[in-house]
């Protein structure tokens, strides 16, 4: 039996104009956005100048206007390419995508964490765990950093089966420290910076998160894979990005 042939993808409709150097992707699925992104560091068409991943749109960045037809014709390709069963079947390859330096989901980035979160205990509470249990699975997650916004350094690091989802919080915080890491929406974070917010709470790192001083000035960027580790166990320093 042979495999269907790939969905159609309108790029009228998910491949956008923004601007005359700029095609703004809006996939079908939130699922996409990962892969594409995965992909396109792995083929990156010609005339791409750069790209930017957010929640729901990949913004594709282009060297001149003259890039426009072709790199829309090769998104047009990849988005069809990606989903073809086979490429469904060998999505956690895709999703991982080729990454460079500590970049790889075996060798993710460790973020020492004390669990003293002032909203652990809702969090517990939210999800029908313990607090033990709360920090047992976000330490036991390899997290995907999928785009970085909100603040310089604030990268939104999603696991692959949403299991910490939580909403926001009712009210936010007037304040929240910089290194505080919390939960909110099936994302986790790390504050890199004080700033209001309305995330739940769950412990802090001593990581710096954003310093001008370091290349690059953030720990955390799109593609990067992280693991939370106790402070107490954590089995490797990063000292590039200690305070």
Partial sequence: MTDPAPKEVDPDRVIRAAGDCALLVLPARHDEVAKLVAALRVRMPEGVADIL???????????????????????TTLLRELRTPAAVQGSGDVSRGTLSGNDSRDDPLEIPVRYDGADLAEVARLLGLTEAEVIAEHTGTVWH??????????????????????????????????????LAGGYTAVYPRSTPGGWHLIGTTDLRMWDVHRDPPSLIRAGRYVRFVEADRLSSPNPAGRA
């Fill in 53 to 75: 991943p957010a929640a729901e749109t990949v913004l594709v960045t282009l060297l001149s206007p003259e890039h426009a037809d072709s790199v829309r014709q090769a998104l």
């Fill in 145 to 182: 950093c999928a785009f970085v916004g909100f603040a310089p350094g604030f990268g939104y690091l999603e696991s692959p089966d949403a299991r910490l989802t939580v909403p926001r919080r009712p009210e936010a915080r007037t304040s929240i420290p910089a290194g505080a890491v919390a």
